[in-house]
C-alpha cells in the first residue's frame, strides 16, 4: 500500500506541474502591461517535491528488489566458445627461452583465422587448449616454435572439427649446426601373422642421404618391442624405418618411414605383415595300445586328438571423434581385403563420442585389410545418409590400437530460450531454489550449468533428457545473498555425452536474497 501511494503522489505532483507550466504560456493576445510577473517559489517548490518523489520512488523499488524470493535475470553479453585441445610432441634440442604460438584457420573461411599470443612453453608433452572457437567448426591448426621473434620450426597442420581433445601437435626443430649424442626411442608394433623365428630390423639414415644404416637387428618378432638408437646426433633429422624379416632372412613387412629430430622420444613405427600363416592339418587318428596285468594285451579303442579350434583373428581400436553428433547416429566400421574393391560391415552401432573403443573378430590372420569409419544418421524413412569418413586405415591382422578419426563438421546453435529461477524457501540461509529453462524444438537432452562466475558450474551441472513440456526445470540450492550465473545447452539424443551437445547459451544472472 506504502508503494501505491508513493506512485500515486508522485503522478499528482508531476500532472500538478505540467498544468501550472500550461498555465504559463502565452496566449495569442497580449497580456496587459500592468500584470506583474509570476512569484518564482511556486516552481521551486513544485521542483523540489518532484526530487523527493523520485527518491522516495527508488528507495521502494529497491526495497521490493530485496523482498525473499525475488530473483533478477540479466542476460550476460558473455560469448559462448567451443574448444579443441591437445599436447605437442617435440623432437630435436629446444633452445633457451623457445615459445610455441598456434595458428588456427576455419576450413570454410580463409579470412576467418587467428594467431595465438607466444603464452604456450615449448616444452614436450605440454598441453595446449584453443577456447574461442565455434563447436561443429572445421579448422586447420599449426603450432610455430618461436625464439627472438623468430620462427625456427613448425609442426605438420591438424584437421580437426571443434569441440576435440587428445590432439598431438608434433614439432621436430632441426639444428644448422647438429652436435653430441642423443636418444631416438619408441616402440615397433607389428600388425598381421608374426612366423616363428621372425626378427625385426631397425635401419635409420640423415634426412637427404641415400644409403640406410642398421640401428638394430635381431630383435624377437613380437607385437609390440622396444627401440633405441643411442648413437644419434643432436639437432640432426633422421629417416627410420622398421623390418620385418622371417627366419629365414626374408622381408615379410616394412613401415612407413619416420621423420624425426635427435632427441626423440615416444616414436612408433609400425609394421603390417605379409606373411600367411600355415594351414593347420587336420591330425590323423592313431591307434594305441593298453596293457592291463589281468589279461593278455589286447587292442585298446583307436583315439585320436582333436583339431585345435583356431583362435578367432581380431583387430581393435578406439574412435578419435571430434566435433557434434547428429539425431539417430551411429558409427559404422566398414572393411575390404587390402586392393580388393567391396567394403563390407565389420562393427555396426558404435556410439559417436570420442574415446569409444570397437573390435572386429571376424578377420583372418595375416590378411590385410582396409578399414574406415563412417557416421550414419538414420532417416525418418529408415534410410541411412553418411555424415562423415574418417581417413582409411591399412592394417594386418591380428592388430591392436588401430585409431580411426571422424569430424563430424556438424554444427549445433546455441539455445537462445529464457532462463529464470525461484528461490523458493529459506533453510539455514540456503535457498530450496529451482531453474526453468526453455525447451529446444527437437532437442532430446539438455545440459544445465549454475556457478558462481560466469561460465562456472561450482554450483550444478548436470545432463537430463527432455521432460516433453515446454520447459525443463531443475532443483538447485542456492546460498543466501550470492550472485549466481546459469546457462544450458542442449543435444538431439538422449544420454548424450559431451561432444553432442550445442555450444551453451548466453549467460542469465540471479540472486536469491532476504
Known amino acids: 500500500m506504502q508503494e501505491l501511494l508513493w506512485y500515486a503522489s508522485c503522478i499528482y505532483v508531476i500532472k500538478k506541474y505540467r498544468q501550472d507550466k500550461i498555465m504559463e504560456l502565452p496566449t495569442l493576445a497580449p497580456a496587459p502591461i500592468t500584470n506583474p510577473p509570476q512569484p518564482k517559489h511556486k516552481h521551486i517548490l513544485l521542483i523540489s517535491l518532484i526530487i523527493v518523489t523520485i527518491l522516495s520512488l527508488s528507495t521502494t523499488i529497491f526495497l521490493l528488489l530485496r523482498h525473499p524470493g525475488f530473483s533478477t535475470l540479466l542476460p550476460s553479453n558473455a560469448t559462448q566458445k567451443g574448444l579443441i585441445s591437445g599436447t605437442f610432441h617435440i623432437n630435436g634440442v629446444i633452445p633457451n627461452g623457445a615459445s610455441i604460438i598456434i595458428k588456427r584457420i576455419n576450413a570454410a573461411s580463409s579470412s576467418d583465422n587467428t ?289 580411426l578419426t571422424i569430424n563430424s563438421g556438424i554444427y549445433l546453435s546455441a539455445p537462445n530460450g529464457t532462463i529464470s529461477a525461484s528461490c523458493g524457501n529459506l533453510v539455514n ?17 539438455y545440459w544445465l550449468e549454475v556457478g558462481t562466475s560466469d561460465g562456472a558450474n561450482d554450483a550444478y551441472s548436470s545432463v537430463q533428457n527432455d521432460n516433453g513440456q515446454s520447459n525443463q526445470t531443475a532443483s538447485v540450492n542456492f546460498n543466501n545473498g550470492v550472485t549466481y550465473y546459469a546457462r544450458y545447452a542442449y543435444a538431439t539424443t538422449q544420454n548424450a555425452s559431451q561432444p553432442q551437445f550445442s555450444p551453451f547459451s548466453t549467460t542469465t544472472q540471479f540472486e536469491c536474497s532476504q
Open 115 to 403: 594467431t595465438y599470443p607466444q603464452n604456450f612453453p615449448a616444452v614436450d608433452q605440454e598441453t595446449w587448449s584453443l577456447d574461442d572457437i565455434t563447436d561443429g567448426k572445421s579448422y586447420t591448426v599449426i603450432a610455430d616454435i618461436i625464439v627472438q621473434g623468430k620462427i625456427i620450426a613448425q609442426s605438420d597442420p591438424i584437421e580437426v572439427t571443434a569441440p576435440a581433445t587428445e590432439q598431438t601437435l608434433t614439432i621436430n626443430i632441426p639444428d644448422a649446426h647438429p652436435s653430441g649424442t642423443a636418444v631416438i626411442s619408441g616402440t615397433v608394433k607389428v600388425n598381421g601373422y608374426i612366423p616363428p623365428g621372425s626378427t625385426i630390423t631397425i635401419k635409420g639414415r640423415i634426412m637427404g642421404k641415400d644409403t640406410y644404416s642398421t640401428i638394430a637387428s635381431n630383435i624377437p618378432g613380437a607385437i609390440s618391442q622396444y627401440m633405441n638408437y643411442a648413437s644419434a646426433i643432436a639437432g640432426e633429422t633422421y629417416e627410420v624405418i622398421g623390418i620385418l624379416q622371417d627366419s629365414n632372412g626374408n622381408q615379410i613387412g616394412i613401415s612407413p618411414i619416420l621423420g624425426v629430430t635427435a632427441p626423440a622420444m615416444n616414436e612408433e613405427l609400425s609394421i603390417n605383415s605379409t606373411a600367411v600363416p600355415p594351414a593347420t592339418p587336420t591330425p590323423t587318428p592313431a591307434p594305441t595300445i593298453q596293457t592291463t596285468t589281468t589279461a593278455p594285451t589286447q587292442p585298446s579303442i583307436l583315439t585320436s586328438t582333436p583339431a585345435p579350434t583356431p583362435a578367432p583373428a581380431m583387430i581393435s581400436g578406439s574412435i578419435d571423434f571430434n566435433g557434434v553428433a547428429p539425431a539417430n547416429s551411429r558409427i559404422v566400421i566398414l572393411e575390404k581385403v587390402y586392393n580388393s574393391q567391396q567394403y563390407q560391415v565389420a562393427v555396426d552401432n558404435i556410439t559417436p563420442q570420442n574415446s569409444a573403443t570397437w573390435q572386429w573378430t571376424g578377420a583372418q590372420v595375416g590378411t590385410w585389410y582396409d578399414l574406415i569409419a563412417v557416421l550414419k544418421e538414420t532417416q525418418s524413412d529408415g534410410t541411412d545418409e553418411d555424415i562423415a569418413l574418417s581417413q582409411t586405415q591399412s592394417v594386418a591382422t591380428p592388430a591392436t590400437n588401430v585409431v
Open 429 to 445: 540461509n540456503v535457498w530450496g531454489g529451482q531453474m526453468s529453462y526453455q525447451s529446444v524444438p527437437g532437442a532430446q537432452s
